[in-house]
């Protein structure tokens, strides 16, 4: 049923002051597929021009407005969707603030055509200030044509990233509400080009297929969950629902992790680690899973209000909900068949090879490895723990950083060519970045549709990284504000791709010429990622345990 937009009472305009946000072409798209969901549309189309500036257009097929309520929508504190400042309280709708259409109207030109189901349509036409109402022809929903985004901000315009890298980030606020709304039918074209699309069947299978590729929706599982959480000595339904993808299929950061509260996308840091620590010891050491989650509760457990661009939500008990979650995860994952075979690669001669100089553990004697994953050795009157990955980890990243500084990083011919196929965000930020990802051993070439062709691989000190590396240097590009960080945070997850892996045995021989390559390593202590590599056992510690002092 359609609802009649009005202007809000003071009080609730008092309490909702900090109204939208509206800081890039994303932050607009995000407004307005909101506005479409609260709408009831199941088909949702976004367009887009070059980095949205010059035109963005969201199209849906929802209940759309009466001429009357169209003029009105966009004025300044109207909406639809509160009537008291109380509604603040149990806000189920996700576009409450009524702020979209004028914040957006203020910064540039706003073109409105809508039609609530009767024999014609309104345009609205914001433009310099100035509003003009006339008939339009549409069918019943809306369409919103944004032009000239900033014309009246050239501060903010200047501050924007290039055309790749806003287009990447539209495309991932449209990723996101295409995976976690499966039961609407979303399409993205950019510069004319379809995109992604997905087709609105309710299968979170199916979308993740639109937005990812065949691999990750293949090797995926679909869960429900439904549990009680008590606040207050009330016992209240709460619902996680979504797809997880198998440990096997990984990224390098969270990214990947998509998470609703109640429909609205969200990127709590609480949420995302309960859906991580859901997978436990599944993930492999430093990777991050691919997961689409849904928490649904009931509005009053919510504070949506917290965020001036709803980025984030509260929960009146965040630790119940996170629990929830977390178990949810953890039922949905151990009881999906996860089998899967591989083998591991060996070849170290290479990647060990020992440079001349001296070794700062040149003293130190291995005496043997404990569960195939630490070195136990020793070094004058203490014993020293060395963790095989992270020590290889950090001779590998500053044998990278010496090659790039230098020469390109050595890449390895992929024949046949491996097919991947790459997001929306992920092909803007691969064709904007093509000669530093040259320079970095990758060589590749579009195939149309989202789908490229790796013909080269890193290989890194002798050892080929495999395709997923891929997919991990346009995550480390992607979040990298600066080029110098994000070619940093790149080659810190290539030196992880040819590391040695727990469950790795190494020779009295290998692991030797191991601590000495670390040894000659600038910053020895501490991998790429900040974590120890070697740790320090004094013997007075063990005598002490033995009540030998």
Do not use: W
């Not at 109380?86 to 540039?108: H, K, W």
């Not at 293949?218 to 959480?229: C, I, L, M, R, Y």
């Amino acid at each position: 049923m359609t609802e009649t937009v009005r202007k809000l009472e003071p009080e609730t305009v008092e309490r909702i002051a900090a109204g939208e946000v509206v800081t890039r072409p994303a932050s607009v798209v995000k407004e307005l597929i909101e506005n479409s969901l609260d709408a009831g549309a199941e088909s949702i189309r976004v367009e887009v021009d070059g980095d949205g500036t010059a035109m963005l257009k969201v199209a849906d097929d929802g209940h759309g407005m009466s001429e009357a309520d169209a003029t009105l929508a966009v004025d300044h504190h109207t909406t639809s969707k509160l009537g008291e400042s109380s509604d603040l309280e149990r806000v189920s709708t996700l576009g409450f603030r009524g702020e979209a259409l004028p914040s957006i109207a203020a910064v540039a030109t706003l073109d409105v055509t809508t039609n609530d189901g009767g024999p014609r349509g309104t345009r609205v036409l914001v433009e310099g200030g100035e509003t003009t109402t006339s008939p339009a022809g549409r069918a019943t929903g809306t369409t919103v044509e944004v032009r000239d985004l900033f014309h009246n901000r050239p501060a903010r315009r200047k501050s924007l990233s290039s055309t790749q890298a806003e287009f990447g980030r539209v495309s991932d606020v449209v990723s996101r509400y295409a995976l976690l709304h499966p039961d609407v039918r979303f399409r993205l074209r950019h510069d004319g080009r379809e995109v992604f699309s997905t087709p609105g069947s309710g299968s979170y299978t199916d979308a993740v297929l639109g937005v990812y590729d065949r691999t990750v929706a293949g090797q995926s599982t679909t869960f429900a969950h439904e549990t009680a959480v008590s606040v207050d000595g009330d016992d209240h339904s709460l619902t996680v629902d979504g797809l997880l993808v198998y440990p096997s299929v990984t990224r390098s950061r969270r990214d990947h992790v998509h998470v609703a509260v109640n429909g609205r996308t969200v990127g709590n840091a609480g949420l995302k680690r309960a859906v991580v620590s859901g997978y436990g010891t599944l993930l492999p050491q430093g990777r991050e899973p691919i997961a689409v989650v849904s928490v649904s509760l009931s509005p009053q457990l919510v504070d949506a209000n917290v965020h001036p661009s709803k980025d984030e939500v509260a929960f009146l008990d965040g630790d119940a909900v996170e629990s929830a979650v977390e178990e949810a995860v953890h039922e949905a994952v151990t009881t999906a068949d996860l089998r899967q075979s591989g083998e591991v690669a060996m070849d170290l001669e290479t990647t060990l090879e020992r440079v001349d100089g001296d070794s700062l553990f040149d003293e130190v004697t291995v005496i043997g490895q404990f569960r195939e994953l630490y070195l136990l050795c020793e070094a004058d009157d203490d014993l020293l723990v060395v963790d095989q990955h992270a020590a290889h980890e950090r001779i590998n990243y500053e044998r990278l950083q010496r090659a790039l500084a230098d020469s390109p990083v050595e890449a390895a011919l992929v024949d046949p060519a491996e097919t991947v196929s790459l997001s929306p965000s992920e092909a803007a930020v691969a064709d904007h970045n093509r000669e530093l990802l040259a320079k970095l051993g990758f060589d590749f070439s579009s195939f149309g549709g989202g789908t490229y062709r790796l013909t080269g691989l890193p290989a890194p000190l002798g050892r080929v990284a495999d395709a997923s590396a891929f997919h991990d240097a346009l995550d480390a590009l992607r979040a990298g504000d600066d080029p110098a960080d994000a070619r940093d945070e790149l080659l810190k997850d290539l030196a992880c791709h040819p590391s040695l892996k727990a469950g790795d045995t190494l020779d009295a021989e290998t692991a030797e010429e191991l601590l000495g390559r670390l040894g000659e390593c600038e910053q020895p202590f501490a991998c790429p990622h900040g974590r120890p590599t070697v740790l320090s056992i004094e013997e007075e510690t063990l005598a002490s345990g033995f009540g030998r002092s």
